[in-house]
């Protein structure tokens, strides 16, 4: 209810806010919940949740999210604390810093990419190095060649 004193709990994992098709938006949006895009949008947005911008959306905003799903044209920086996904409508220009980065064919990415490492290295998985797998794959050969081929 409007005006009660009850301080509601939001929910990262549902979707607060809406933007329209007909919508045009412009200014800084933060949000605790998820939150979709589908019209036009001018402006920073900082959630603790996620977005998701539909395929008819035009969006040139600078983004701090959980996770980003990009079906419609973004012009901006993005930033995750997990996973981009640029599915095979989706077109982003700007920068990127995320934990996971998800491109389907078709979908357009121009800038440049920065993975997370700390995010990665929080939830234990991947050690942070960089493996040439063909330099991996000779030292095994060789590692099994001395040991009597085991």
Do not use: P, W, Y
Not at 29 to 40: C, F, K, P, T, Y
């Amino acid at each position: 209810m409007l005006g009660s004193s009850k301080t509601k709990r939001i929910d990262a994992k549902t979707t607060d806010t809406l933007i329209g098709g007909s919508t045009i938006c412009e200014g800084k949006i933060m949000s605790e919940a998820s939150l979709r895009i589908e019209g036009q949008m001018n402006g920073d947005i900082e959630c603790a949740g996620d977005i998701t911008i539909g395929e008819n959306a035009v969006v040139q905003s600078n983004i701090q999210a959980r996770d980003v799903i990009v079906a419609g044209k973004v012009k901006g920086n993005i930033h995750t604390k997990g996973k981009l996904i640029v599915t095979s409508s989706g077109v982003l220009v700007g920068n990127i810093d995320v934990r996971s980065f998800i491109i389907q064919e078709g979908g357009i990415f121009q800038g440049s990419s920065a993975m997370n490492l700390a995010a990665v290295n929080e939830k234990g998985s991947g050690s942070g190095k960089v493996i040439d797998a063909k330099a991996h794959k000779q030292q095994k050969s060789e590692q099994q060649a001395a040991s009597g081929g085991n």
